[in-house]
C-alpha cells in the first residue's frame, strides 16, 4: 500500500455516479460496462486521483445487493410483517416527520430510482453458507484489470460479515456467532481473491456502528461494542492469511441524507475501528456531524504502521467544497498522525448520494486541496 512520502495522495470510498446510464437488459450490456469501466477509471486519471477503483459499476452500484447472487444455503422469504430493524432507531423516532418525508420523496438517497433505495429481499439461511460468486467476482477482476493496466495501485471494494448480518436470519446454525462465522468464511474467499489478483481490498461496515441507536443505546455502550468486537473478530478470521497492508477498512455511519443526531460518537468506537487488522482505516471527517472528531487523534496514538483515510469531502450536502478547506483538514490530520500516515478520502461512496456533476467536482476540489496540502506541509 503506498503511502503519503512525496507528496498527499488521494482516494476514494468506490460508488461512483455512472458517466453514461447503463441498462443491464441491454443486449450489449457486457461491452457497454467495459466501455464504462475504462471511463470512469479515465475520468479519475484526469482528476489526478491517486488510488482508484472502477467506480462499483461491476456491482450495479449497490455495497449489499451484488452479494445477493453470491450466497447459497439462504433461501428468499417474504418480508416480515412489521418495520424492519434498519428502519427503526432512535433518529428515526425523534425525527419521524422528516423521515417520512424523505422518504416518501425519496431523498434519503440522491435517487429513488437507485439500487441502493431499492426495498431488499428478506434471506433466511437453511443450509451451510458457501460462497457461490466466483465467476461473477473473477469477471469483476478481469473488467477492472483490462481498464487499469499493468503497475497500477487499485482497490476493489466488498463488504464485512456484520453489514450483511442485519439482512439474513438463521434457521440453520445454532448459535449466533456460529451464523456469523460462516458468513466470514465464505467471504474469505471473496477477499482472499481480490487480494491474490493484485488489487487492495476495501472492507465496507456501515452497519457496524450504525446499529448503534437501533439496538446499542438500550444494550449501554459495553454491551455494543463486546458485540462489535465479536463482529470485528470474525472479520479478522476471515481476513487471515492476507496481508494487512493490502486491507483498508471503511466505517461509516450509513451515510443516508439525515439528522445523524444519535450516531455513535467516534472517541466511542475508534478503538474497535482499530481492532481490524487493516493496514488503512477509512472513516467519515468532512460532514457537519463529524469533521470536529479530527481531535480524536489528539488522544488516540495511531499504531506504527497504519494509515487513515479521512473524508475531507463529503456526500452529504451539494456545496462544493473549496480546496483550501480541504487543504486545511488535511492538514489537521496530518499534524496529529504524521504527513506520512494520510491518504486523503470522502467520507462514503457518492454513487447513489449526490448528483454525478456535485460528485465530480468534489472529487477534483480533493485533488485540488491535496496539492495545496502537499505544498504547505512542505514536501516541495
Known sequence: MQRSTGKILTTHVGSLPYLTPLDKEAPDYETALKSAVAAVVQKQRDIGLDVINEGEYTKGGDWLGYLEDRFGGFEERP??????????GKDREEFADFY??????????????????????????????????????????????????????????????ASLEPYRDNE??????????????????????????GFLVQVDDAWLPALWDRIGMAM???????????????LNH????????????????????????????????VDVMLRVKAGAYSFEGANARHEHEYDVWEKVKLPPGKIIIPGVITHSTDVIEHPELVSQRIQRFANLVGKENIIAGADCGFGG????????????????????????????
Not at 448528483?355 to 505544498?375: M, S
Open 79 to 88: 418480508p416480515k410483517e412489521g418495520v424492519h430493524l434498519l428502519a427503526r
Open 100 to 161: 417520512h418525508y424523505a422518504t416518501t420523496q425519496g431523498t434519503l438517497f440522491f435517487n429513488p430510482g437507485n439500487q441502493i433505495n431499492r426495498a431488499r429481499p428478506s434471506f433466511v439461511c437453511t443450509q451451510p453458507v458457501a460462497y457461490t460468486g466466483i465467476e461473477l467476482l473473477q469477471r469483476e477482476i478481469d473488467i477492472f484489470r483490462s481498464a487499469i493496466g499493468p503497475g497500477a495501485e487499485a482497490f476493489l471494494t466488498t463488504t464485512a460479515p
Open 172 to 197: 440453520f446454525y445454532r448459535s449466533e456467532e456460529e451464523f456469523l462465522y460462516a458468513i466470514a468464511d465464505a467471504m474469505k474467499v471473496e477477499y482472499e481473491t481480490i487480494t491474490k489478483a
Open 220 to 234: 449501554g455502550i459495553d454491551a455494543f461494542k463486546k458485540r462489535c468486537l465479536l463482529r470485528v473478530e470474525a
Open 238 to 269: 476471515a481476513l487471515s492469511g492476507i496481508p494487512e497492508e493490502k486491507i483498508r477498512y471503511h466505517l461509516c455511519w450509513g451515510s443516508w441524507h439525515g439528522p445523524h443526531a444519535y450516531d455513535i460518537e467516534m472517541i466511542d468506537f
Open 353 to 380: 448520494r449526490s448528483h454525478p456533476q456535485i460528485a465530480w467536482a468534489k472529487l477534483q476540489a480533493l485533488a485540488d486541496g491535496a496539492e495545496r496540502a502537499t505544498k504547505a506541509l512542505g514536501y516541495h
